[in-house]
């Protein structure tokens, strides 16, 4: 099964404020996921990236809020822009393995004052 | 889109005790997936099980695709066990249910 390292682990940030949330695989891959999971509550998935494209994002979530950059198979980010209080919560990348499933990095809580 | 559903959405075991917890969809879906979210966040795979059943020490899970429902059997609880156990479908992207809080008390 694939390694995901995440960081940060957790930050608390000033609202009008941006965070990148770096996610690293330790073998390559085709697609990674990026999910949002507020609190006490499910998983939601915010945007697919590819590599050598642009992100796919689900309804309700738009490019200059939550900017996606994906450099090469192993790597990615997230931004979350200008943030807000609604904005705290915890955000997690993921990638799939086609005979074992979806596999998640430690998470990234945020926190926004 | 498919709705998984989890129930129920609180448990509150003793320790020792066995448990059940089920999870339905409203569709056919490729794969399902049962994972344990622990007190700080971290997301564990449990089992990737799109049909059949599978143990791994004391968990065990079963689903049935045809019937649209798949179920998770933690035996001996221990505190360990706590936290969020969440069911995830997948079609065309994987769907979260809503999940079941589970809390064992020593």
């Known amino acids: 099964s694939a390694v995901i390292s995440q960081k940060p682990s957790r930050d608390i940030c000033q609202r009008g404020t941006s965070l990148t949330i770096q996610c690293q695989v330790d073998s390559q891959v085709t697609m990674m996921f990026w999910y949002r999971q507020q609190p006490g509550q499910s998983l939601t998935l915010i945007a697919t990236a590819n590599q050598g494209s642009e992100a796919t994002y689900e309804s309700g979530f738009v490019i200059d809020k939550f900017p996606i950059s994906r450099p090469n198979l192993t790597f990615s980010t997230l931004t979350v822009s200008n943030m807000s209080p609604e904005d705290s919560s915890i955000y997690l990348c993921?990638?799939?393995?086609?005979?074992?499933?979806?596999?998640f990095g430690q998470g990234t809580r945020l926190t926004v004052v | 889109g498919i709705q998984v559903e989890q129930s129920p959405p609180d448990l509150i075991l003793q320790e020792g005790a066995n448990s059940t917890l089920r999870c339905n969809f409203s569709?056919?879906?490729?794969?399902l997936q049962w994972f344990h979210q622990n007190p700080w966040g971290q997301l564990i795979n449990l089992f990737y099980?799109?049909?059949g059943t599978k143990q791994n020490g004391r968990l065990s899970a079963t689903t049935v695709a045809t019937e649209r429902y798949s179920l998770l059997y933690i035996s001996s609880s221990q505190t360990t066990d706590s936290g969020v156990y969440f069911c995830a479908v997948e079609r065309a992207k994987i769907i979260f249910g809503k999940g079941t809080r589970l809390h064992i008390l020593p």
């Open positions: 099980i799109p049909s």
């Open positions: 993921s990638v799939e393995d086609l005979s074992l499933g979806a596999f």
């Open positions: 569709d056919s879906v490729n794969n």
